[in-house]
């Protein structure tokens, strides 16, 4: 099945960059598209809810008027991610503004739900489903998601225990469509790993964290630089959900990196809370086990031309360097 245009034009490298609450905001979704790669940020992280017609207003207006300057070389599309738990008492103004702007991609979490593919491809927009096993990429298929996310072990945020093999062959025995994949994904060989396991593209986040554009505190950021694979701590405390956070910040936040409770998944709660004083992803940072690769805080443009050269050379490596893959632009 071939890809939708959305994911298979104006791209420099086949990445979404994943949506990061708090962190991720106009700045810095503008600048990965400009980059060549498909930002993205959370509706919620617009606050107050008003903010959010501003925030695209800002972003539609800027990359249409990059592409007018530069018709050789347009920014790559944007997303939206909109969590559609029940708790989310803004869900349906938010649709709502990203209908009025014609949002290309929707990405959805934490439930997969029809009314909301409909609403959304009634404009035109695609969806993807961000899941953690092949149970629920069935059930975000039948509800009607155009493309799914696999969420594999070792991801940012709220991230599954499964191999990215695994996840990705199953998903693959049965669905053709639109798949990404998430998972300690910060290197441009990773990117290439990652189409030649199966996915479409690469969905790639905690690296965006140390960029200059990125809303995070300056000690996250540095922290990320200073962290690797085995600081990071899996817990489902922080908000009910099981989720990959940095074990500096949990100790910062005085708590027991290796004695924490699991939290009730009942208590979930997207609108206002969590589950301890120390909230995620304020004070409790999230971070995924590829942030070894990461080595300093650069603008996210520099980072997008470090991840294409790893990319360039990891196909070199392998001797198909002028086998450029679908999503590439030329």
């Known amino acids: 099945m071939a890809l939708p245009s959305i994911l298979a034009e104006r791209l420099r490298l086949p990445v979404l960059c994943s949506p990061l609450f708090i962190i991720s905001n106009p700045d810095l979704v503008i600048a990965q598209c400009k980059a060549g790669v498909i930002g993205s940020f959370p509706t919620l992280n617009a606050r107050p809810a008003s903010q959010l017609d501003e925030w695209l207003d800002r972003i539609t207006t800027e990359l249409a008027d990059h592409n007018a300057r530069h018709p050789d070389r347009p920014a790559a599309p944007f997303a939206v991610n ?30 997969a739900r029809e009314e909301v593919n409909q609403q959304v491809h009634s404009y035109g927009g695609i969806v993807l489903h961000d899941i953690i096993n092949n149970r629920f990429a069935r059930k975000a298929i039948d509800k009607g998601a155009d493309g799914l996310i696999a969420v ?20 693959r025995d049965w669905f053709d469509g639109p798949l990404l994949l ?33 809303r995070a505190d300056e000690r996250y950021k540095e922290m990320i630089v200073d962290s690797g694979a085995s600081d990071i701590v899996y817990s489902s405390l922080f908000t009910g ?9 949990i100790v910062r936040a005085g708590l027991d990196p290796d004695d924490l409770p699991e939290s009730d998944p009942s208590k979930m709660n997207f609108g206002s809370g969590g589950n301890t004083k120390a909230k995620a992803w304020k004070d409790i940072w999230g971070a995924g086990q590829g942030i070894g690769a990461v080595r300093d805080i650069v603008p996210a443009a520099r980072l997008v031309e470090r991840l294409a050269a790893e ?20």
């Not at 940012?156 to 199953?170: D, K, M, N, V, Y």
């Not at 990773?190 to 140390?210: E, K, P, T």
């Not at 990319?311 to 030329?330: D, N």
């Open 241 to 249: 959900v099981h989720g990959n956070y940095l074990r500096k910040s």
């Open 152 to 171: 594999a072990a070792g991801a940012g945020g709220h991230a599954g225990t499964q191999s990215p093999f695994a996840l990705i062959r199953e998903i």
């Open 182 to 214: 998430s998972g300690a994904i910060a290197h441009g060989a990773s990117i290439l790993a990652a189409r030649a396991a199966g996915a479409d593209l690469a969905y790639v986040g905690s690296a965006f964290i140390a960029t200059d554009e990125a």
């Open 82 to 111: 909109q969590i559609v738990h029940r708790s989310n008492d803004r869900l349906e103004q938010d649709l709502e503004l990203c209908a009025k702007y014609k949002v290309p991609i929707t990405i959805t979490s934490l439930g």
């Open 311 to 330: 990319y360039a050379e990891a196909q070199e490596r392998l001797g198909y360097a002028t086998a450029e893959p679908q999503a590439l632009r030329a």
